[in-house]
């Protein structure tokens, strides 16, 4: 397994959600004001390493096959982390969860499926999946700190922006599978003879 910077902040997004999560179970230390400011900076600082931690293993030419798989694990048991504690709380529709939860495990493993047969890059990222994780980035922290800021409210709008990255999980889901379609249709009848 290499060691470099941005493998160590990708470990380190990883071993900051159980701290992200403990957080809702502070009640005896922290009043619910700071539990939403604690676990939102926490969620922020995890979302701006996924940022470094690839911007950092591009320019310093450290990319790795370890890296590329361990970094969207990462991201993707985070936003778990905070969906399940979201839904908990109240604040996100248990649907929307099941949703965003559901397809980023089975796009997923039909990208693990499309590398093992040397069809990866029918499944690489779109900009379509580029949109719905912003905007899944931008709710998640809105939802977590929930109360209205300068004026603004908060939860309206991350309430907003959750629906909006459940309906582009879906769009995105239809469109990583119709580009894999040749491919499953081949293997099928490959099967079938």
Not at 88 to 115: C, F, H, P, T, Y
Not at 159 to 171: G, P, Q
């Amino acid at each position: 397994m290499p060691f470099n910077i941005p493998i160590l902040l990708t470990w380190a997004r990883i071993v900051l959600i159980p701290l992200f999560v403990g957080i809702f179970y502070a009640s005896d230390w922290l009043t619910p004001h700071e539990q939403a400011v604690a676990a939102t900076l926490i969620f922020i600082i995890a979302a701006l390493t996924d940022w470094l931690d690839g911007w950092l293993a591009r320019k310093l030419g450290q990319t790795s096959a370890f890296g590329a798989f361990l970094d969207p694990v990462a991201d993707k048991l985070m936003v778990a982390a905070a969906l399940i504690v979201l839904v908990q709380l109240g604040r996100v529709d248990a649907l929307i969860a099941v949703i965003i939860i559901s397809r980023e495990l089975a796009i997923s493993a039909l990208r693990e499926w499309m590398a093992k047969i040397g069809a990866a890059e029918s499944v690489a990222v779109s900009m379509l999946g580029k949109f719905k994780t912003v905007a899944q980035m931008v709710a998640i922290p809105l939802l977590l700190y929930s109360e209205d800021l300068l004026g603004l409210p908060v939860r309206t709008i991350g309430t907003l922006l959750i629906t909006i990255a459940a309906v582009l999980t879906l769009w995105s889901m239809v469109y990583y599978l119709k580009m894999a379609w040749p491919e499953i249709s081949l293997r099928s009848h490959k099967q079938e003879k």
